[in-house]
């Protein structure tokens, strides 16, 4: 699980490193745009690639070598002012999470509990998160963008603590035949729905401070809403484990579209700042188990594990396209076209694939009595 978290760092700091190398590099919004998206990039090409080479190689041999790689990226990142070298020295340090996070998934896939240690990935991650937002701006405010790199750096470090005790290969898995094998059209089809939820958390994301605002919420309440929603987030990811085990494995797909929708409803009544934080805290909650549904319940149907891996990478492109798809949307400082498109992907996306999980799985079932 922590070596999955090293690999997301980059990630789950971006807006940090961006708003750094705007105010102190002088990029234009443009130019950091391109530059996260190329750590992005870098992340979703050696996280998917990951389904051709993650069981073929040693584990212990490519997860040192990435968290080298890694280290020495962001150490690289610290020496530039130029656009185009940080674009390249970013690209790799998406490259080498990218690896990392591939290794640390289809490490935790092949558990016997990968069901349960899913979530409490999730839950990891968000507290990560929370400790993050507590400590780095004041580290980036009193050091600059380099102590927030040297920061990352150290952080990354511990994930020779992690190498030591990881495998040196996973588990040699392939879809079995017959009834259980997952088609391709049906991967397809599911990675499509969950593209679709990534796309509306993402886009909606992007514009929540804009959506406080424009609801005349000061940055100060805005930012405390931020806050906290982490925690929340931390939640959502045990949650989805204590549903599985009270209504099946089915249930929480359920409550993250009812739960989604709701949330919305909350930002379209022009909240205060109470209920602006319970859209937020609720948006963090329903993230965090959507996500962790999807890990578990693709694990689940598709017994290769290639789905877990191509899931990773399907949600860093929802995450770009989703700001892109939703800027489109907002005329005249109105956000209601955003929140209505975020329902709509939500439901669209979370219904396909539960529902092709649902056959998937009737089909497990019958495949597996005798």
Known sequence: MWLTVIGTLGILFLPL?????????????????????????????????????VRRVNWVKIATLSTVAFIAANWISTGIDAYWAMLVARFCVGLASGALLAIGMACQSDSKNADRIFGYWVACQMTVSSVGYLLLPSVRATWGIDGFLFALIAVGATAFISIVFLPKRGLHRTASSGSQRATLLTNITALFGALLFFMAQGGLWAFLERLGLSSSL?????????????????????AKNWLVDAAGTLSPFVLVIVGELFMLVLFA??????????????????????????????????????????????AKVGYSLGPAMMGWLIVDDDYSNVLLASGVLVVIGFLTTTILIRIKLKSVDAYARP
């Open 17 to 53: 490193m961006v708003g750094g190398i705007i105010a102190e590099l002088g990029f234009s919004e443009l130019q950091a745009g391109y530059v996260a998206a190329a750590e992005m990039a870098g992340v979703a090409i050696a996280s998917g690639l990951g389904v051709f080479w």
């Open 218 to 238: 000061s940055t100060t309440e805005i930012g405390f809403a931020l806050a906290i929603s982490s925690y929340c987030g931390i939640a959502g990811g045990l």
């Open 269 to 314: 009544v022009d909240p205060g700042n109470v209920l602006f934080a319970v859209a937020v805290c609720l948006l963090q909650f329903f993230w965090a188990m959507g996500m962790a549904s999807f890990l578990s319940a693709f694990n689940l149907v598709d017994q290769s594990g290639a789905l877990v891996l191509l899931l990773m990478s399907v």
